[in-house]
């Protein structure tokens, strides 16, 4: 014989209200950051929910980004961010699995990250994107943490001889940074 929970356990029906909190997060190491979630559907934090829409044709199509790192926790945090702000993503864990991705269908932007398999990965790949005529207009953001593990810094507007991306962020950033640099550029 099996009892109905109710009487089993004599539960007793109960109403849940759930309010809207702000939830901290940050990429990287600590928090830097809150960001309201879920999204409200008149919250202000709703205008970032339209910021991976590209008009073609009369019709909306979700911008795309792909993410090159070789961190998976940190790719599978931003590729979240992203999507939640209607991005699609696509995420590459190596240089090689990248450029098959960038080949397969050129992305509005990339999120490169430089230290993979060698400490030069991310500088080499941004440089061989930039000096390709295919793909020298899709916007290049360097997300790294190669100066808290090196100590060196770079930036494109001193360094932009052979660091040509057109963004460069260190890790950790807040997901608000990072949505902003993203919607600049695409």
């Not at 910021?51 to 993410?67: P, T, V, W, Y």
Request: aromatic share 8%.
């Amino acid at each position: 014989m099996v009892a109905h929970a109710r009487t089993f356990y004599n539960l007793k029906p109960i109403r849940v209200s759930i309010k809207f909190a702000k939830v901290p997060f940050a990429l990287g190491k600590g928090f830097e950051n809150t960001a309201g979630w879920p999204h409200r559907a008149n919250s202000p934090d709703r205008e970032c929910l339209k910021l991976g829409k590209r008009e073609e044709g009369g019709m909306s199509q979700k911008k795309r980004i792909l993410i090159v790192d070789d961190d998976p926790d940190f790719a599978a945090a931003i590729q979240k961010i992203l999507t939640t702000a209607n991005y699609h993503v696509d995420v590459a864990g190596n240089v090689n699995d990248g450029m098959k991705a960038i080949e397969e269908e050129i992305p509005d932007l990339i999120l490169l990250d430089v230290m993979m398999e060698k400490y030069d990965d991310g500088f080499n790949m941004c440089y061989d994107l930039k000096h390709d005529h295919r793909y020298r207009g899709t916007p290049v953001i360097i997300v790294t943490a190669v100066t808290e593990v090196t100590g060196l810094k770079f930036n494109p507007e001193t360094d932009g001889e052979y660091l040509e991306a057109d963004d460069y962020v260190q890790k950790p950033i807040s997901a608000e940074a990072l949505l902003t640099k993203v919607a600049r550029l695409i």
